[in-house]
């Protein structure tokens, strides 16, 4: 079994900053794409950002140049850098990888989520 624990939600003001962090533990043996997801009340899950095991990364239009995804392959860890928050970055943001398991087959699993609030 495998477990996303995400951390670094909270309620930040405008033009504020967050770090959010995602760390995978179990039976792993790699980790492809570890990626940022978020759903904003009343909206459809929509890709944040996304990173390979290689370092390759791809952001959603709305938050280039403000957010930054990284991460530590070595502690099966993603991050998400959030600068110049807008209130409509309000939303549940989901952590999610694509791995391989050491029964040798591909899996995909989420996090349960932290809430980012953007407000004055």
């Known amino acids: 079994q495998v477990q996303l624990v995400e951390s670094g939600g909270g309620l930040v003001q405008p033009g504020g900053s967050l770090r959010l962090s995602c760390a995978a533990s179990?039976?792993?043996?790699?980790?492809?794409?570890m990626g940022w997801y978020r759903q904003a009340p009343g909206k459809q899950r929509e890709l944040v950002a996304a990173i390979t095991s290689g370092g390759m990364t791809n952001y959603a239009d709305s938050v280039k140049g403000r957010f930054t995804i990284s991460r530590d392959n070595a502690k099966n860890t993603v991050y998400l850098q959030m600068n110049s928050l807008k209130p409509e970055d309000t939303a549940v943001y989901y952590c999610?990888?694509?791995?391989?398991?050491?029964?040798?087959?591909?899996?995909?699993?989420w996090g349960q989520g932290t809430q980012v609030t953007v407000s004055s």
């Open positions: 999610n990888a694509d791995l391989i398991m050491y029964d040798w087959k591909s899996y995909n699993y």
């Open positions: 179990g039976s792993i043996f790699s980790i492809n794409v």
